[in-house]
């Protein structure tokens, strides 16, 4: 016997025949024509070289041998069945587990409170933890799953990833509110000649920065952090400058304000990024709506 005449549906049709005693009532159950069931009685008889059923007052009886092979398949039909209809559902409220979000400190303040102020209400049972890593070990951290989601400016992050834009914004400096050299507007001169603090942002796209001032020839940097929170609280405590995405200053209450740059420095894309694995996953996909509804712009 060729096994490979043989496939998944026609042995699901011999099972219901088998169970209903019926070629019509199997049809009826599986949503089939009784021509196709029929068909594919005929095409089993002819491979297993046997009746299969006999017809008596009763309905379809099986042949031994179909109840041989029944016995021998037992339940193995019936889980395929149900594992191919199987459509994972998703209830956020029911649901206990916690989600790993890649994101830099800055992005903590940015994205935690409004998203955790949201799953206390709609997902109590679920929990945030973040995690931070080398741009080029998020594709294999999203892949193997022990990540869900990065989130944040990542423009090198690209190969085997999904992305969705959540919102642009913009580069802005940051000094104290007294700064005694600079005023409303800061000149190119001025900024070039500025003592500056950055965050140390190597392997993130926010290492453009710090390239950028090398590149315009300014003053050596003379304070570098490992976080990007610490530098508004730097700033209003000296005379340095932080060139920081906007949001960073429109969450800090210190005593600090905004300058406008008199260099340009490319538009910030933050996005979510998740692997193509989990594209279609309901629990990954819930959350991916929930970031793209309370921050998407």
Not at 183 to 193: N, S, Y
Not at 199 to 206: L, M, S, W
């Amino acid at each position: 016997m060729d096994n490979t005449n043989i496939d998944f549906r026609e042995l699901t049709i011999l099972r219901e025949i088998w169970r209903l005693k019926s070629v019509s009532a199997a049809a009826q159950e599986l949503g089939i024509s009784q021509p196709s069931a029929s068909h594919a009685l005929r095409k089993l008889r002819s491979h297993f070289s046997d009746r299969l059923f006999i017809r008596t007052f009763e309905g379809m009886n099986p042949t031994p041998l179909t109840d041989e092979l029944m016995l021998e398949m037992g339940d193995s039909l019936a889980q395929i069945s149900g594992a191919l209809r199987y459509r994972q559902e998703f209830d956020p409220k029911r649901v206990n587990r916690v989600y790993t979000i890649i994101m830099i400190d800055m992005g903590e303040v940015v994205f935690l409170p409004r998203l955790l102020q949201f799953l206390q209400k709609e997902a109590p049972g679920i929990t945030i933890r973040t995690r931070r890593m080398p741009t080029d070990a998020i594709p294999r951290a999203l892949e193997s799953g022990a990540v869900d989601l990065a989130i944040g400016y990542m423009p090198d992050l690209k190969a085997g990833v999904y992305q969705q834009r959540l919102f642009t914004t913009t580069r802005i400096g940051i000094v104290r509110k007294d700064h005694p050299e600079i005023g409303e507007k800061l000149t190119r001169q001025q900024f070039l000649k500025c003592s500056q603090v950055v965050a140390d942002a190597e392997g993130t796209g926010h290492y453009i920065v710090e390239r950028r001032l090398a590149g315009l020839g300014a003053k050596p940097i003379v304070l570098r952090t490992s976080s990007f929170l610490a530098l508004p609280a730097i700033v209003a405590s000296s005379n340095l400058l932080a060139v920081v995405p906007r949001p960073l200053l429109d969450a800090s209450s210190l005593p600090i304000r905004g300058v406008n740059l008199p260099v340009k420095f490319p538009a910030l894309e933050i996005k979510q990024f998740w692997h193509e694995c989990y594209d279609n996953d309901p629990s990954n996909r819930w959350l991916r709506n929930c970031c793209a509804k309370l921050f998407q712009k």
